[in-house]
């Protein structure tokens, strides 16, 4: 390394620059942005820009996306700027984290809000476009239309439907569920310790971390005798019939077992089959 590094600092002879023929490397190939109810979730309140509803155009909160650990402080802002207002939520997500979704669900059936399966077409900024920013005058509240055709609810979402006081699902909307995974992920921590011995026994002083190594992990499929009882609980303080557990048992995780607007009345996971 010193012989390389003496040689680099000597004065190099002058030497006629040979021509090289570069190509230019193709074009990357577009990336096609993710639709936003594929992303994390987002929560945002919104105004009707509907033709003819000022001065009383409806507010609701829109929730779009996926359950993620972050997803219950997104929900919970949303809610703080909502304030004392009862909006309902209009909500699309494929699902993801159990306990985010439930978390979401504890806090709007403790505000005592309703819930509705579908999406928003945002008129003008959305919550994802970062460049866009809201008018003053609009105080944080987004414009858009509401809508059912198209909107889907899967996998850990329906707990969250599951809390409104007031459930909505039309016949144009998709519900599904599927078994629970449980992923298990190991760590091997090594870590120095100092201890002294009094009267015979020890006595640690302190320990320090010394190097954090992933270990092996696993999944597993369906509930278990700590799961359903999780569940089971929750479905009952919402007043959702137990046959749920059954038909979540009846697609893998990588499926999705749709379920009808008449098995979502039976259950009562839907107040009304109403848009």
Known sequence: NASVTREAASK???KKAAKRKTKTPPPAAPVKPKDSWDLPMTAAIVRSSEPGCEP????WISLEGRIVGSSPGVVRKALKQAGKQRLPVLIR???GEMNAALEIGRMIRQRKLDVAVGWTLFNGCAPLEKSCKLPKEQQGVYRGTAYDSLG???SA?????AAGTSRLASSRAYVGVHQVRTTWVQERVVYRERYRMVNGKKKVLDRKIISRKPGKSFEK???DKGLRKRLTAYFKEM???LGILEDMEKAP???IYQLSNVRMEELRLTTSAGS
Request: charged residues 5%.
């Open 12 to 14: 190099p002879k002058k």
């Open 56 to 59: 009383t155009c409806p507010h």
């Open 93 to 95: 997500s494929p699902g």
């Open 152 to 154: 889907f609810c899967n």
């Open 157 to 161: 979402c329906p707990l969250v439907l």
């Open 221 to 223: 499929h369906g509930l």
């Open 239 to 241: 007043g959702i019939g």
């Open 253 to 255: 995780p990588s499926s």
